[in-house]
């Protein structure tokens, strides 16, 4: 008995920390540079994304920043869904390196499934937007104010290889490129 035991807790916690992922790559343990620090994050359930914030609820403003793994040549997307649960009427912000070598990173609204992707404003506020390239991550940074003065939302995240004439192309439209959505809780 007392062998089997000895044997069952090492596993359980790998389980545990298999389900939890209390390893290396988890969020809680990312340092941004600048000093930045978020209170929460949350490591998304694909393609390798996490996203960290920190709530303000007097001002209903929250600070965030999407983190994706993508190679120089192709782009990430993070954004709020107010009046659906997946890609259509997303309010997002997009990120990739511009054919001049700068990362650009603005908003835009996903009005269709083939949107124009040029930047514009969201159906809600949205301020203080740059990116970063850090260990083959892009790194993007905004302060959202929240609508209908809610903490919990529908949202989707995204990233394709392409860029084309500085306008990020079609994303795969299978696997985990069309399972990444889900729902958030700033609280
Ligand atoms: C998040 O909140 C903490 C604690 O209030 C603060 O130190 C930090 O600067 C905030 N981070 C951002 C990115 O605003
Ligand atoms: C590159 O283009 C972007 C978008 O027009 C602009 O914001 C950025 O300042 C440009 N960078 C350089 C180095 O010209």
């Known amino acids: 008995m007392a062998s089997q035991l000895k044997f069952v807790l090492p596993l359980s916690i790998l ?22 620090v978020y209170s929460s994050c949350t490591d998304l359930p694909h393609l390798g994304a996490a996203l960290h914030y920190n709530q303000s609820s007097s001002t209903k403003s ?6 994706a793994p993508q190679s120089n040549t192709g782009w990430v997307a993070w954004g709020l869904n107010p009046k659906g649960s997946s890609m259509v009427g997303s309010q997002v912000l997009v990120a990739f390196f511009h054919s001049n070598g700068t990362l650009v990173a603005y908003p835009t609204q996903l009005d269709s499934y083939s ?5 514009g404003d969201l159906t809600f506020p949205v301020s203080l937007v740059s990116a970063e390239y850090v260990k083959k991550e892009m790194i993007i940074y905004a302060t959202l104010g929240l609508p209908d003065s809610k903490t919990k939302f529908n949202h989707v995240w995204q990233a394709g290889s392409t860029v084309t004439g500085d306008v990020p192309g079609v994303h ?8 990444s959505k889900g729902t958030v809780d700033f609280q």
């Not at 389980?15 to 930045?36: E, G, Q, V, W």
């Not at 929250?62 to 983190?67: G, K, T, V, Y």
């Open 115 to 119: 949107p124009s992707m040029a930047p």
């Open 172 to 179: 795969p439209t299978s696997g985990e490129n069309v399972l």
């Open 15 to 36: 389980a545990i920390c298999f389900l939890y992922s209390c390893n290396a790559d988890s969020c809680s343990s990312y340092t941004f540079s600048d000093n930045r």
């Open 62 to 67: 929250i600070d965030i920043a999407f983190r």
